[in-house]
């Protein structure tokens, strides 16, 4: 099954875009529907990156960026100065959503070159490496000097930063900033993480938005609603997995971008997936294939977990791990109070949520695996997946 969501390309203007592109060239791309279109994945791009350039654009004058390679695969990408200005007029609008005048400090992965903060180009940016409770009543500190109004974050910072907040809220030694939103990014911003955040600041905006390097899709959602592709921002198809989460569908995202003339890409396979329900409204982004994992049947399900109230309040972070089929350990970060009587609900809570399918181990830990730019990877995935591509497509035309 196919879900196609609201676009303003014409089947002119892609072959217009592509026309000078080799890659299509070559493979006889036509004027057709974009149903067309084979899809475009990401092992077709890696290593041939050139072929995806139009002949109308000079490579000295565009910009590259190098995916990060959350999936083990990272590719060149090459960007013209149209594309760049496009992604900062839908990253404004997003921000547009909380207010004007915004102040902002920034907690998405910051290293300061000197201490755990510094002031740049009109924005606080607070050290997410050096986050704990007695630096969180510095931030606090910086917030009301800087009169910070917003938050620019990754999920897995803002989480431990309001994890630590309320702790120090409940021993009444400060008091809520006001602020009025919290922007998220770059990463997976959970239910669990959007119901601490708006427990803390009921009466913020929180926008999350969904997006990549390639730029084939962008998505929000404000506070706990559903997810909604951008307008104009590109074409953007659901894909069915024939996977299911509690009766939702898993479905994967496919993109069309012909904004950026330089390197268009049509119909490309982003390897990230969401849960849709019944009413085909996007309920959550579930991440990438390497956010799955092989129960004790050997099956390839999303690793997503279902917590009790609750559960997770002595934890500050957590991360997935998984070797063994069958087999995943959570790694866990916990504050002072941390027992092993979280340990035992935690368990249960995984096991269940894995329909007992599924062995859990937990280690306490005081670091966990990031990404070159500070992204704290959900799941560390050992096993070999790639025949879950397989598995993926064989729904594609169903």
């Known amino acids: 099954m196919r879900i196609k969501r609201k676009y303003s390309y014409r089947s002119e203007d892609i072959y217009k875009t592509i026309k000078n592109v080799p890659y299509y060239v070559e493979n006889n791309y036509g004027k057709g529907s974009i149903e067309s279109y084979p899809l475009l994945m990401k092992s077709d791009i890696i290593g041939n990156e050139e072929k995806f350039l139009s002949t109308k654009c000079n490579k000295l004058f565009l910009s590259r960026v190098a995916t990060s390679g959350s999936s083990g695969k990272s590719l060149n990408l090459y960007k013209g100065i149209n594309d760049v200005i496009k992604e900062e007029v839908f990253t404004d609008q997003a921000f547009s959503l ?3 005048n915004l102040r902002i400090a920034v907690l998405r992965g910051n290293r300061p070159s000197k201490g755990i903060y510094e002031y740049k180009f009109g924005h606080l940016l607070l050290s ?12 606090l500190k910086l917030i009301k000097r800087y009169r910070i109004n917003c938050f620019h974050v990754y999920p897995s ?3 431990i930063f309001c994890k630590y907040l309320r702790e120090i809220i409940e021993e009444k030694k400060t008091e809520i900033p006001a602020i009025k939103g919290i922007f998220s990014s770059s990463e997976i911003l959970s239910m669990e993480t959007k119901n601490l955040i708006l427990d803390l600041f009921p009466d913020i905006t929180l926008v999350d938005r969904y997006g990549m390097s390639e730029h084939v899709a962008s998505a929000i959602s404000v506070n706990k609603g559903n997810y909604h592709f951008q307008d104009g921002y590109s074409i953007v198809e659901l894909l069915d997995t ?8 898993i479905m994967e995202i496919v993109g069309t971008n012909i904004n950026n003339k330089a390197m268009p890409l049509v119909r490309y396979c982003t390897e990230d997936f969401v849960e849709v329900d019944e009413m085909n409204n996007i309920v959550s982004i579930i991440g990438r294939t390497s956010d799955f ?8 399900v999303p690793c997503t977990v279902v917590n009790r109230d609750d559960v997770l309040l002595n934890v500050i972070a957590h991360q997935h791990y998984q070797d063994k089929v069958g087999e995943l350990v959570l790694r866990i970060q916990g504050n002072e109070k941390f027992s092993g009587t979280d ?3 935690i368990t249960d809570d995984w096991t269940r949520s894995f329909q007992n399918l599924m062995r859990i181990k937990v280690e306490v830990v005081t670091d966990f695996d990031r990404t070159s730019n500070g992204k704290l990877i959900n799941l560390v995935q050992k096993l070999n997946l790639d025949n879950i591509r397989t598995q993926l497509r064989s729904y594609e035309n169903n």
């Not at 986050?131 to 510095?138: A, D, F, I, P, T």
């Not at 024939?242 to 569908?249: S, V």
């Not at 994992?293 to 390839?300: H, K, L, S, Y």
């Open 98 to 100: 909380i207010g004007k």
């Open 242 to 249: 024939g996977l299911k989460n509690e009766g939702r569908r």
């Open 128 to 139: 997410s490496y050096n986050l704990s409770k007695e630096n969180v009543h510095e931030y």
């Open 293 to 300: 994992v092989v129960n004790i049947e050997g099956n390839i």
């Open 157 to 159: 910072s803002i989480s």
């Open 343 to 345: 340990i035992k609900y």
